[in-house]
């Protein structure tokens, strides 16, 4: 059974918010959907040239607001095809401190 078989004909199987994304992508041409791509590529391509245009990684929280006492994570980001880089700086962080020999209370 498809998404849109599932919605014509069971849609209370689905969460509300479901229903609604699902919805709301019926209203999309065709045409829309793949100039929306296009223009996706585009944004992409200029976001990666800016944001690594004067360093090598983008470190972020991958939790902007942490519950009281689980630990925060962190994602490394980089340009596109250097993983290296992400690994090197990971094992680097990995190296310099003891986060990854702690396990969090069980």
Request: net charge positive; aromatic share 8%.
């Amino acid at each position: 059974m498809t998404h849109a078989s599932l919605r014509r004909e069971r849609p209370e199987d689905l969460q509300p918010v479901v229903r609604r994304r699902a919805k709301s992508g019926c209203t999309v041409t065709a045409v829309d959907y793949v100039q929306a791509l296009r223009l996706r590529k585009t944004i992409a391509r200029e976001f990666i040239a800016t944001a690594f245009a004067n360093t090598d990684v983008l470190i972020t929280a991958t939790v902007a607001e942490p519950p009281p006492t689980y630990p925060l994570g962190m994602q490394i980001i980089g340009r596109p095809f250097k993983e290296s880089t992400v690994l090197r700086v990971a094992y680097a962080y990995e190296q310099a401190t003891d986060w990854h020999l702690r396990r969090p209370p069980c």
